[in-house]
């Protein structure tokens, strides 16, 4: 069992970086594989990154390659994503989501724990 809120979004212009936290209580982060998953109003959830339990292994979506940077401190039971060079088309309800097992998967419903959600919001 493990409890996760997002936090760090908000209103940036195109260009900006955001760096979102996912901070998790109850069982040590460790344990999880975490992804990040972002939404918009008549879409459905979309994949941006994901690490694996140790952080030896990363994935993203083709979208946010080379500008999305995923991390983890697992001393601090956090995991990060670093966006950088944001764009419109990047705004989007993001969400941190956990699963225990040791295998990548991009689809939401595989995911056990969410959080709320951050609003990230890129505009002039």
């Known amino acids: 069992q493990v409890q996760l809120v997002e936090s760090g979004g908000g209103l940036v212009q195109p260009g900006d970086p955001l760096r979102l936290s996912c901070a998790a209580s109850?069982?040590?982060?460790?344990?999880?594989?975490v992804a990040w998953f972002r939404q918009v109003p008549g879409a459905e959830r979309e994949f941006v990154s994901a690490?694996?339990?140790?952080?030896?292994?990363?994935y993203f979506a083709d979208s946010v390659k080379g500008r999305f940077t995923i991390s983890r401190d697992n001393a601090k039971n956090t995991v990060y994503l670093q966006m950088n060079s944001l764009r419109p088309e990047d705004t989007a309800v993001y969400f941190c989501?956990?699963?225990?097992?040791?295998?990548?998967?991009?689809?939401?419903?595989?995911?056990?724990?969410w959080g709320q959600g951050t609003q990230v919001a890129v505009s002039l």
């Open positions: 989501a956990a699963i225990s097992t040791l295998f990548n998967t991009y689809s939401p419903s595989e995911y056990d724990y």
């Open positions: 109850g069982r040590a982060v460790n344990n999880y594989r």
């Open positions: 690490i694996s339990r140790t952080g030896s292994a990363t």
